[in-house]
């Protein structure tokens, strides 16, 4: 009952409703677009393509893309030039001074941020597009009779096209985070990842229930069990906080500067301060040796992504990238200037340089387990897949999938209560303004 009335609540109000049906239906554009083959290749031959591209770091790609990577679709990179765009100017950020200037100067400097990283986009877009069509007229086992339009042509279309469709979902993603609810981009890779969670289960179903010795639907539910809890250890990950308590000499209270001895608050420091940013950053040079291995065989090995050495290599990797993007991300400097400036101060701890020691000595504690609990969690997969999980099921165990998707749901609920504890508020503030139009 209290969903459903909850449900009511947030229908009832005009503008979420709007922002919520229009975040619905720009997904649903993306999505049909993302199933809209490249003109010039004929979508009945393209079953190869999905077949080389269904397992390994492919497969996770694919993921990502809503299965537009494996549909050879006008949106077969989908969004993630732009991410790779934006991790590339968050990181030139720490040494171009003309970037560190933009970041300090508002909301002017973030629309420049954000124009930078379009352009970027673009560009990593003209990179990528040419390697994708190289790669599946020669890698990924389409024949020549698929290609309906031979030569420079198709390349040119192509290029063209899938630069095209990134940019539309670029613009897909701004304006659902401009109009309508949640971070637009991080939803577009959600609702991809999501969109091949009915096939995946399925399969693992019929896995199960139709080989002799599989476990059949017992170890389903199993499954199903240890998936939630999984899903649980990730809301504690993405939500986990440490809490700094922070002490005020005085108060600003209605205009008047007031002692007030004893009034706390408190620094909340998270677990994971890096999100998912580790893992990405992890993936992006784990995806290395694909391209090398052809010329160095010795690392052929770390093309498996259930391999012992790749999820060392891995782990490792998303440890280091979690203290790294803490560092770059949240400025103690900055917060125990912050603190000083408001009256504030941690109980036994001098301003200034002191509580910036302080903040930063205690973000580095708890960044270590919180990286080596992200780093088990992305691992995850690859341990299930060795006890019998299908591939594609396996996914959703943890690593980039899991955390993208619970980190988006809690992003997304949390505006929505925001519009939902506004409307208290308004109702609250209406009889007040009606009372005081009664008096005039």
């Known amino acids: 009952m209290n969903l459903i009335n909850r449900l009511k609540e947030i229908f009832s109000i005009e503008e979420l409703k709007n922002k919520i049906l229009l975040t619905i239906g720009l997904i649903a554009v993306y999505r049909f677009m993302a199933s809209v083959p490249l003109p010039g290749i004929d979508p009945l031959q393209l079953a190869a393509l999905k077949d080389s591209t269904s397992g390994g770091l492919l497969g996770l790609l694919n993921a990502f893309t809503g299965g537009a990577f494996a549909r050879a679709s006008v949106m077969a990179l989908g969004i993630m030039p732009y991410i790779s765009a934006s991790i590339v100017v968050q990181l030139m950020g720490i040494a171009v001074p003309y970037l560190q200037k933009l970041q300090k100067d508002g909301e002017s400097g973030r629309k420049k941020i954000t124009q930078i990283t379009r352009w970027l986009t673009i560009g990593i877009t003209l990179v990528q597009a040419p390697t994708y069509i190289t790669a599946i007229k020669t890698q990924f086992g389409l024949g020549p009779e698929a290609f309906l339009v031979p030569g420079v042509t198709f390349w040119v279309s192509s290029i063209i096209i899938l630069?095209?469709?990134?940019?539309?979902?670029?613009?897909?993603?701004?304006?659902?985070?401009?109009?309508?609810?949640?971070?637009?981009?991080?939803?577009?890779?959600?609702?991809?990842?999501?969109?091949?969670?009915?096939?995946?289960f399925l399969q693992e179903f019929v896995a199960k229930t139709t080989n002799a010795g599989a476990g059949g639907i017992m170890m389903i539910l199993i499954e199903i069990i240890v998936w939630f809890v999984v899903i649980l250890l990730s809301v504690l990950l993405v939500t986990a906080v440490r809490k700094i308590a922070v002490q005020y000499a005085r108060r600003t209270v209605a205009g008047n500067i007031q002692n007030v001895a004893g009034s706390r608050d408190y620094i909340p420091l998270k677990l994971n301060a890096a999100g998912v940013m580790p893992i990405i950053f992890a993936q992006a040079i784990m995806f290395l040796?694909?391209?090398?291995?052809?010329?160095?065989?010795?690392?052929?090995?770390?093309q498996d992504i259930n391999g012992l050495g790749y999820?060392?290599?891995?782990?490792?990797?998303?440890?280091?990238?979690?203290?790294?993007?803490t560092a770059i991300t949240i400025p103690t400097n900055k917060m125990a200037d912050d603190l000083k400036r408001s009256g504030g101060f941690i109980p036994g701890i001098r301003p200034g340089k002191d509580t910036a020691d302080?903040?930063?000595?205690?973000?580095?504690?708890?960044?270590?387990?919180?990286?080596?609990?992200?780093?088990?969690?992305?691992?995850?997969?690859?341990?299930?897949?060795?006890?019998?999980?299908?591939?594609s099921w396996a996914m959703f165990y943890g690593g980039t999938s899991l955390i993208i998707m619970v980190g988006v749901a809690i992003d997304t609920l949390q505006q929505i209560n925001s519009y939902l504890l506004n409307r208290h508020y308004d109702g609250l503030m209406k009889p007040g303004n009606s009372n005081r139009k009664s008096n005039k």
């Open 163 to 200: 630069t095209a469709g990134t940019i539309f979902a670029m613009w897909l993603g701004e304006r659902i985070t401009d109009k309508g609810v949640g971070n637009g981009i991080s939803l577009l890779i959600t609702v991809g990842i999501i969109a091949n969670f009915p096939a995946a």
């Open 289 to 302: 040796p694909v391209a090398l291995a052809q010329k160095f065989p010795f690392m052929a090995s770390l």
């Open 311 to 325: 999820n060392i290599i891995f782990a490792l990797l998303i440890i280091i990238f979690s203290y790294f993007y």
């Open 358 to 391: 302080r903040l930063d000595s205690v973000l580095s504690r708890i960044t270590f387990p919180g990286s080596i609990f992200l780093a088990a969690l992305s691992i995850l997969p690859a341990v299930v897949v060795q006890f019998g999980v299908q591939q």
